[in-house]
């Protein structure tokens, strides 16, 4: 899927940036199919947005080439490119009306007063907001600021959406609304999309693909259940959902983690003799175990964080010598009457540990 | 195989290689207007007559000649006694502003701030009405032990009143700038009044403090018209240079004295941009501004003295309206135009006023244009990356360069025979061109203040959507600001109708302008016609004013409804 494929819509090869003496992006090498949602995630300084912004002509890249629909974009002004942008800012002109904002880029094709009417109508319908026409944008909530600049941005139906962090000034609500519908807009009109951002969750819900990013570099790039399943760095295991970091040693094919020795499928179990384990809190689970289940030990809870339906609770395991983390439904905890204090057996799923070298 | 470092470069769009030519003519007109004559000074002072360089000895012989080094011992001790006596009045008077209940709190704001109306020398006008040789005060004066007012006195007192409104402003926005937090939490530790001012009040200031003293020191020591009027025989380095470069035609010490008089203002420039960013920081995004609460006592003690100090400005500003209007001072007191025809007419001083108008009219449209497309191009183009940083520069270099010495730079550069633009010395153009750069620092800032308040993305979604940069300019930036365009003409204005320091080496009789006329009649005693034209410039600068408000207010209609929706 990376870099070399001939059929890519967009295609970074050997990437880098630079300011001074520090690296901001290091041999970059994507490719990003037609009508494909990519996500680039990462903490803030990773250098996710620089990347959008060399995509976007906004930065000139160090080092390294932008194909995009076949055509070397590298050193095009970005005039001269093919894309539209959304900024977490929105970025709308205060000073013109909703109508003008959107139809911004139609007036200067010089497109019949009726055309542009149409067209404006037309996205306004889109994106759900069809009567706004006639206002300003500091009449409107960010929500609909926001789906504004996706109008805007999508006038000139552009081969590229670029959008940037574009639902992080948005309160929670309307994030997770907006995320929906900017997904199902991309998946109907069927437009190549990049997005920035940090959040993991936006990340996971909407791309096809999502590309982590750490200093500069290309972390993994994969589908969101890749992604959180098969973590290729501890950093992307750490970044993206929570996990519990244990240290072992490698032995007769499975694992030793204090005085337990862990049955381990389906991972490889790496050469040299002291690892990383990681481990996701879900992959810990109370039930069901059955008799005979190997990975099977006591635990007792030390402490009890409620988020809803499901509680993060921390256990103390004298077999392994590590506290935990794992996750118990509510309806769990009560049924069985567990309160800090309380012994459980646990069982760590035999298939789900991450080895990594120490 | 070793890695080729070629650096990759965008290639430019059509339409913002206009802006990259706008920014190259901004850059060479303050090259040539600002970077040269002061080149020029620097030369001038290591060089002898026939032009050999010599190093430093300018410098030697002029520390060598003792009436100069006196009248450098008076500027300083003058300038430092102005600034120490006009500081805490300043801050007193920002402080009962601020942070007190008292009424008429915008009256006394706007009495305290028409000094900026007139030319700085209204003031030692208005004190030889009061307490000059034929003053109303002189022996109550002298009673007190002060036996005349031409010379140290004079100029204190008259610099004071001149500087206020400045070290006022400063310390207002100081003031102003404080954490309603702070006092929450030193009332809820039950702290007393005068430990919150001293461990509150007081550190908070202290940026604005340190900003307002310095402007005050250098305002001072580079003012020229309060010495020439009111000094007499009391020599300070302003009437220096006028006397070595006007009087004696000796250009090489009157350079020296140019530097000596550029290093406070120098020194001010950096300790002020190294506190702005302190300043800055200080107060976060989370801040809650203060406000005051009622304090009978304290709100009459205020009150009380902001008149006193509303009532002697009064008192200044109006000798010299009364003066203006007396037949024959100070023998016949009655009511008389004949100043105003007098000094508008027999003196040639009509010329002189609409060469203000002119002055003022051309400062305030070409510098808002000049000070605005250049912010505009350096804050919000691309490209041209190596002339930013010199840009940057140049812009706030005037702000480090007294008029006086920027004057003088203009005579050796402009004046020199083998200059071609030498054609422009003593035309208006230059005059224009010369206040515009001499007020260019504030007006950049205040428009790039404006422009930085502008979302960073408008034009990467313009060029996005393949609109030129010029379109969103003219679309969306210029009517977001022309309220900052106004403020930025009406200082340009305001500033040109009074100031002296640089236009009185460029003028000639044909581009002499009112606030020069004002000096030459005092020089030719005539000091009702001059009182008569301080006046006038007053009065312009006001009705400026007021049809500025009025602008303003059909701007606010007709742009910026979008501001006030619901």
């Given at each position: 899927m990376n870099g070399k494929n001939s059929r890519s819509y967009l295609e970074l090869s050997g990437v880098e940036k630079k300011f001074g003496a520090f690296n901001a992006l290091r041999d970059i090498n994507l490719g990003v199919a037609q009508s494909e949602f990519v996500c680039f995630l990462g903490p803030s300084g990773c250098g996710k947005t620089t990347l959008l912004r060399i995509i976007a002509g906004l930065e000139v890249q160090s080092a390294g080439t932008v194909r995009q629909a076949g055509r070397d974009i590298s050193r095009l002004p970005p005039a001269q490119r093919d894309y539209g942008i959304v900024f977490q800012s929105y970025a709308l002109f205060p000073n013109l009306s909703v109508f003008d904002n959107v139809a911004y880029g139609l007036v200067n094709r010089r497109a019949p007063r009726a055309a542009i009417a149409a067209r404006v109508a037309e996205l306004l319908k889109l994106v759900g907001l069809p009567d706004a026409g006639a206002k300003y944008p500091s009449q409107l909530s960010g929500g609909q600021q926001q789906r504004i600049a996706l109008a805007r941005a999508l006038a000139t139906s552009p081969g590229l959406l670029l959008l940037d962090e574009p639902l992080s000034a948005l309160d929670a609500l309307e994030r997770v609304r907006l995320r929906q519908e900017i997904r199902l807009l991309q998946q109907r009109l069927g437009v190549t999309t990049i997005m920035v951002t940090h959040d993991q969750e936006e990340a996971l819900s909407m791309a096809d693909r999502i590309v982590v990013m750490n200093q500069g570099a290309i972390e993994q790039v994969g589908s969101a259940l890749e992604i959180y399943r098969e973590p290729a760095s501890p950093f992307v295991a750490d970044f993206v959902g929570k996990v519990n970091v244990l240290a072992g040693t490698a032995e007769n094919g499975g694992l030793r983690i204090g005085a337990a020795l862990l049955?381990?499928?389906?991972?490889?179990?790496?050469?040299?003799?002291?690892?990383?384990?990681?481990?996701?809190?879900?992959?810990?689970?109370?039930?069901?175990?059955?008799?005979?289940?190997?990975?099977?030990?006591?635990?007792?809870?030390?402490?009890?964080?409620?988020?809803?339906?499901?509680?993060?609770?921390?256990?103390?395991?004298?077999?392994?010598?590590?506290?935990?983390?794992?996750?118990?439904?509510?309806?769990?905890?009560?049924?069985?009457?567990?309160?800090?204090?309380?012994?459980?057996?646990?069982?760590?799923?035999?298939?789900?540990?991450?080895?990594?070298?120490? | 195989?070793?890695?080729?470092?070629?650096?990759?470069?965008?290639?430019?769009?059509?339409?913002?290689?206009?802006?990259?030519?706008?920014?190259?003519?901004?850059?060479?007109?303050?090259?040539?207007?600002?970077?040269?004559?002061?080149?020029?000074?620097?030369?001038?002072?290591?060089?002898?007559?026939?032009?050999?360089?010599?190093?430093?000895?300018?410098?030697?012989?002029?520390?060598?000649?003792?009436?100069?080094?006196?009248?450098?011992?008076?500027?300083?001790?003058?300038?430092?006694v102005v600034t120490l006596l006009t500081i805490p009045a300043a801050f007193l008077f920002a402080y009962a502003l601020t942070r007190s209940c008292m009424p008429l709190k915008g009256v006394f704001r706007t009495i305290a701030l028409t000094p900026l109306l007139a030319p700085s020398l209204l003031a030692a006008i208005s004190f030889i009405y009061w307490f000059g040789n034929q003053g109303v005060l002189k022996d109550a004066m002298q009673a007190l032990g002060i036996a005349s007012i031409y010379g140290a006195a004079g100029i204190i007192v008259s610099e004071m009143f001149a500087v206020f409104p400045h070290a006022l402003m400063i310390l207002i926005t100081a003031l102003t700038l404080a954490d309603a937090r702070l006092y929450e939490a030193a009332d809820a530790l039950g702290t007393g009044a005068a430990r919150k001012f001293f461990t509150i009040t007081l550190p908070g200031a202290k940026y604005g403090l340190i900003s307002a003293a310095l402007v005050t020191f250098t305002l001072v020591i580079t003012d020229f018209g309060i010495p020439k009027v009111i000094g007499g025989n009391f020599d300070v380095l302003a009437t220096d240079i006028f006397k070595l470069v006007i009087g004696q035609q000796d250009f090489q010490r009157g350079a020296v004295v140019a530097v000596i008089l550029l290093a406070p203002a120098l020194i001010t420039f950096f300790v002020d941009r190294l506190i702005q960013r302190k300043q800055t920081s200080m107060l976060t995004a989370r801040a809650v501004p203060y406000s005051p609460r009622r304090s009978p006592g304290f709100d009459v003690a205020m009150t009380a003295y902001c008149a006193l100090i509303a009532a002697l400005m009064l008192a200044v500003f109006g000798m010299a309206l009364y003066a203006s209007f007396v037949k024959f001072w100070p023998y016949d007191l009655s009511f008389s135009l004949r100043h105003y025809a007098f000094g508008l007419v027999d003196a040639e001083v009509d010329t002189a006023f609409f060469n203000?108008?002119?002055?003022?009219?051309?400062?305030?449209?070409?510098?808002?244009?000049?000070?605005?497309?250049?912010?505009?191009?350096?804050?919000?183009?691309?490209?041209?990356?190596?002339?930013?940083?010199?840009?940057?520069?140049?812009?706030?270099?005037?702000?480090?360069?007294?008029?006086l010495v920027l004057g003088l730079g203009y005579i050796f550069f402009f004046n020199s025979p083998g200059n071609p633009l030498n054609g422009l010395y003593h035309t208006m153009t230059l005059l224009v061109l010369c206040t515009i750069v001499h007020f260019y620092t504030t007006g950049h800032l205040t428009a790039v203040t404006a422009l930085k308040s502008l979302d960073a993305e408008f034009e990467a979604v313009s060029a996005s959507l393949k609109v030129p940069f010029y379109r969103t300019f003219l679309r969306v930036t210029l009517p977001i600001c022309t309220p900052t365009l106004l403020d930025i003409s009406r200082y340009f204005f305001i500033n040109a109708m009074t100031t002296i320091s640089a236009v009185v080496f460029l003028y000639s009789p044909d581009t002499k302008v009112a606030s020069i006329a004002i000096l030459n009649l005092d020089e030719a005693g005539e000091p009702g016609p001059a009182a008569a034209m301080a006046v006038l410039i007053a009065a312009t600068s006001l009705a400026a004013c007021v049809v500025y408000l009025g602008l303003g207010w059909l701007v606010e209609r007709k742009t910026q409804k979008w501001r006030n929706l619901k």
């Open positions: 049955e381990c499928n389906g991972t490889h179990v790496p050469k040299s003799l002291s690892v990383k384990i990681y481990l996701r809190p879900e992959d810990i689970v109370a039930r069901p175990i059955a008799p005979g289940d190997s990975n099977v030990f006591d635990a007792r809870i030390e402490k009890i964080e409620f988020l809803g339906s499901y509680c993060l609770v921390r256990v103390a395991t004298d077999v392994l010598g590590q506290p935990l983390t794992v996750y118990l439904s509510l309806n769990f905890l009560s049924e069985q009457a567990l309160a800090p204090g309380s012994r459980l057996k646990l069982r760590i799923l035999p298939d789900r540990l991450r080895l990594f070298d120490a | 195989m070793p890695e080729i470092a070629v650096a990759i470069r965008q290639r430019t769009d059509p339409a913002d290689r206009i802006g990259h030519a706008g920014l190259l003519v901004v850059f060479v007109l303050l090259m040539a207007f600002l970077a040269a004559p002061l080149a020029a000074v620097l030369m001038q002072s290591v060089e002898d007559r026939n032009g050999r360089f010599v190093a430093l000895d300018n410098f030697v012989a002029y520390l060598q000649t003792p009436a100069l080094v006196h009248s450098l011992w008076n500027s300083i001790w003058v300038s430092a203000s108008l002119k002055l003022a009219l051309g400062t305030a449209i070409g510098g808002t244009v000049l000070v605005f497309v250049g912010a505009y191009l350096l804050e919000k183009t691309r490209g041209v990356e190596w002339l930013r940083p010199g840009m940057q520069l140049l812009a706030l270099v005037p702000m480090a360069v007294p008029g």
